[in-house]
Every structure is written in C-alpha cells, then in structure tokens.
C-alpha cells in the first residue's frame, strides 16, 4: 500500500497517521478479503492534490494487479476522469448521462454534465479567471418535480422540460444520456 515505515504504523493510532495513510489503510482493508469489486466511495476527500493523485495511481494499480473491478464514487469528476474506463453522472439520485470517460469529457451531451465541466479549474483556464458556477440549488430529493430535477438550474430548459421526465436516449451503443434536449443541440464543455 505504500505506507512508508509499514512495522512503525503499525502501532500508530489513526490520529498519527496523515489522511493519505489513513486512506491506504483503509483500502487495505477493504482488500484483505481479496474482493472481486472495490466499492471506493470518495476515497480522495480531503486529500492534498499530490497525495490524492498518490492514491488514484494506487488504486489504478492494484486494480490491475488484482483484476479488480472498482465503483469510484465521487464528486470531483477530475479524479475520476483519471481513474475511470467509464462514468456516470448523477444529478438529484439519477444517473442523467453514462459512457466511456474519454466521450463524456470530450463529448458530454447533458447539461449538468457540460456544466460540471466548465466548472472545473483546467489548463485552458486564464490565470485568475473565474471558474463558471451552476445557479441554483439542487431539488428536494423528497418532492422531485415533474419533470427534468436540473430543468430550474439548465440554460437549455423548456416548458417541456419542466413538465416531462426524460427517458435514456442512447447517443451511441455505450453511451446514453437522460435529457429531451441531447437531439435538440449539440453540447460542448
């Protein structure tokens, strides 16, 4: 797991250990089974950037050294980009667009996905510039609107939008989007 000084941490207690060893530990936990599937769910909150790449690179890693199927849960669509063959992006309890990580980032057709994107610091950016931002708040998950849950913070939203739940439109064999609108226009990040 690439805990350095593995025999000293071993008598450490968890307030010892920075949170990158906290994490490896925990991973190392969840791998002592020797499971099929790693349910990793926010493995890199709270991580400085260099030991959160440390940490994905580890997790890319054992995944390939084990055969290793892993679920990388997360709210940081950067960190999975770097760990993910494909994603899902959900927005109020829905997956609202799914497909290899390379089309989604290169090609995203939902609105909430080309938002969190453009909300993103990325080497494009001008130093100092602004990261965009999505108005709004999210629904009450208890008391969903009709129709699209992101219809109120979308640009691209209609009357149809607020009033109809939008079926999975398949774009393409592997990737698929949730929104009435993915025909109307194409999206860019």
Known sequence: ????????????????????????????LALACRPQLLLADEPTTALDATVQIQVL??????QRELGLAVIFVTHDIGAAVEVADRIAVMYAGRIV?????????????????????????????AKGGRLAT???????????PPGCAFAERCALADERCRAVRPEIVRLAPDHLARCLRTADTALTA
């Open 134 to 144: 999505i108005p709004g708040a999210p629904p009450d998950l208890s008391a969903l």
């Open 57 to 62: 690179l580890l997790l890319r890693e054992l």
């Open 1 to 28: 797991m690439q805990i350095p000084s593995p025999e000293r941490r071993l008598d450490a207690y968890p307030h010892e250990m920075s949170g990158g060893m906290r994490q490896r530990a925990m991973i190392a």
């Open 97 to 125: 667009e799914e497909g290899p990580a390379r089309v989604l980032i290169r090609e995203p057709r939902h609105p909430y996905t080309v938002a969190l994107l453009k909300s993103r610091a990325h080497g494009t950016m």
